[in-house]
């Protein structure tokens, strides 16, 4: 069955940087796009980033662009999330997510980033 398990969250100084995984198993992970999604807390999901399934092609949302790096490794079945530049904002639960025909199907069961001083 397909699993998506996400590491790397914790608490972090506004400024600082985190590193993010998800590894993939049960399904061809190289054969598509992955997706980044956050849910800060009392908010609703927001999307965070895709990359496609050779990583050469990548998509972040407004709040993100240029301070987030996605990235993946298919040799690994694990994607990342480089995050820099830390924002109180930022605070969020984490998932990860397969995108299939537009529409995210699977994911996983998401790890925590707080960023505060």
């Known amino acids: 069955q397909v699993q998506l398990v996400e590491s790397g969250g914790g608490l972090v100084q506004p400024g600082g940087s985190l590193r993010l995984s998800c590894a993939a198993s049960?399904?061809?992970?190289?054969?598509?796009?992955m997706s980044w999604v956050r849910q800060a807390p009392g908010k609703g999901l927001e999307w965070v980033s895709d990359?496609?399934?050779?990583?050469?092609?990548?998509y972040y949302g407004d709040s993100v662009k240029g301070r987030f790096t996605i990235s993946r490794d298919n040799a690994k079945n694990t994607l990342y999330l480089q995050m820099n530049s830390l924002k109180p904002g930022d605070t969020a639960v984490y998932y990860c997510?397969?995108?299939?025909?537009?529409?995210?199907?699977?994911w996983g069961k998401g790890t925590l980033v707080a960023v505060s001083s």
């Open positions: 049960g399904f061809t992970f190289s054969t598509g796009t």
């Open positions: 990359i496609n399934r050779g990583g050469s092609s990548t």
């Open positions: 997510a397969r995108r299939v025909d537009g529409d995210l199907d699977r």
